[in-house]
């Protein structure tokens, strides 16, 4: 007798997300925050869980987010592949921006539809009608620049490309690379 838990969607939102679970595949498709990154390491986790032989694919159309939230999901997906030895599949449709991009990085084949645009930064912060001391913009400064440091190597690793060559493209401005762009400088594997 079968003894799972029968599930009924109640919506088409249900069904689809239902869907794609069984299928496992995650789509990132909202600005990523910590609600984001709960849900993507939770429902990579259960994947791990079901299955350790199953490869699992990232469907991402994102503007990016939360530098912290995208470095949960990028290492609980390098978690995945590495522990539990989990092919993970990474496609970005339309764009990944930013922290989407980065994400993208921790998977075992990154690719792109024709269109898709990608874009890769350094470390912003958005800050409004916010006091600060002296002391507390220095430690912000300083935090910013590690985190640009770390973000920089996943970039440079992944792509073949040095650490300068990296913060040289970055520095000062966004980055936006068509799929053919992002084929030849590394940071993806390939067009679909």
């Known amino acids: 007798m079968d003894d799972r838990v029968i599930f009924s969607p109640s919506t ?8 794609l679970f069984h299928n496992r595949t995650i789509f990132i498709d909202e600005d990523i925050f910590d609600n984001t990154a709960q849900k993507v390491c ?29 470095m949960a999901i990028h290492d609980t997906i390098m978690r995945a592949r590495e522990q539990h030895g989990i092919s993970v599949i990474a496609e970005a449709r339309g764009y990944a921006a930013s922290a989407a991009a980065v994400i993208m990085q921790a998977a075992d084949v990154r690719l792109a539809t024709r269109h898709t645009r990608l874009l890769i930064h350094e470390v912003s912060v958005f800050k409004m009608f916010e006091q600060a001391k002296a002391s507390s913009a220095k430690e912000e400064a300083e935090e910013m620049g590690k985190v640009n440091d770390m973000l920089s ?4 690793e992944r ?12 520095s000062k401005t966004d980055v936006w ?10 940071l993806i594997d390939a067009i679909v």
């Open 12 to 19: 088409m939102d249900e069904y689809i997300d239902w869907k």
């Open 42 to 70: 939770g429902l990579i986790e259960l994947m791990v869980d079901e299955s350790s032989s199953e490869p699992i694919t990232l469907l991402i159309t994102s503007p990016g987010g939360s530098v912290y939230a995208a």
């Open 153 to 156: 190597t996943i970039l440079a």
């Open 159 to 170: 792509s073949g490309h040095t650490l300068e060559e990296v913060n040289t493209l970055i």
């Open 177 to 186: 690379l068509s799929a053919e762009e992002a084929v030849a400088w590394g």
